[in-house]
Nanobody
Framework: QVQLVESGGGLVQTGGSLRLSCAASGRTDSAYPMGWFRQAPGKEREFVTTVNWSGHKTYYGDSVKGRFDISRDNGKKTVYLQMNSLKPEDTAVYYC???????????????????WGQGTQVTVSS
C-alpha cells in the first residue's frame, strides 16, 4: 500500500512562490500517475494538475495553467508542485494523490485516484 506525505505549504504574499513536495512510500516502483488537488473552505475539492508515470505528460486546471508546474523524480519517489505568481484565491489545503488505473494516464477526476495524502495548507495573503 502506498503512503503519501505532502510538505512545503505555508504563508506567502500575493505574487510569491512556493514548492510543494509529495513523498511516496510503500511500493518499490513509481509507475503510476500522480496528481495535485486543492480544497478551499466551504468549497469542493478541485483538480489542480497531474503527471503520468514518466513525467513527460502533464495536464493543468485552467485556474493554474501558466503559473504552476508539476514534476516528479521517480528515483526519490517524490512529486513536486512549483507554484508561482500566487493569488489569494490559491489559498487552500493541497492534496497529492496516486492513481493505479493506467501508468500512462493523466487522470483529472477525484474518483480516478486511489490513495491520498493528508494535505498541506497554502495561504496567500493579499
Amino acid at each position: 500500500q502506498v503512503q503519501l506525505v505532502e510538505s512545503g505549504g505555508g504563508l506567502v504574499q500575493t505574487g510569491g512562490s512556493l514548492r510543494l513536495s509529495c513523498a511516496a512510500s510503500g511500493r518499490t516502483d513509481s509507475a503510476y500517475p500522480m496528481g495535485w488537488f486543492r480544497q478551499a473552505p466551504g468549497k469542493e475539492r478541485e483538480f489542480v494538475t497531474t503527471v503520468n508515470w514518466s513525467g513527460h505528460k502533464t495536464y493543468y486546471g485552467d485556474s493554474v495553467k501558466g503559473r504552476f508546474d508539476i514534476s516528479r523524480d521517480n528515483g526519490k519517489k517524490t512529486v513536486y508542485l512549483q507554484m508561482n505568481s500566487l493569488k489569494p484565491e490559491d489559498t487552500a489545503v493541497y492534496y497529492c494523490a496516486a492513481s493505479f488505473r493506467s501508468p500512462w494516464g493523466t487522470p483529472r477526476n477525484i474518483d480516478e485516484y486511489d490513495v491520498w495524502g493528508q494535505g498541506t495548507q497554502v495561504t496567500v495573503s493579499s
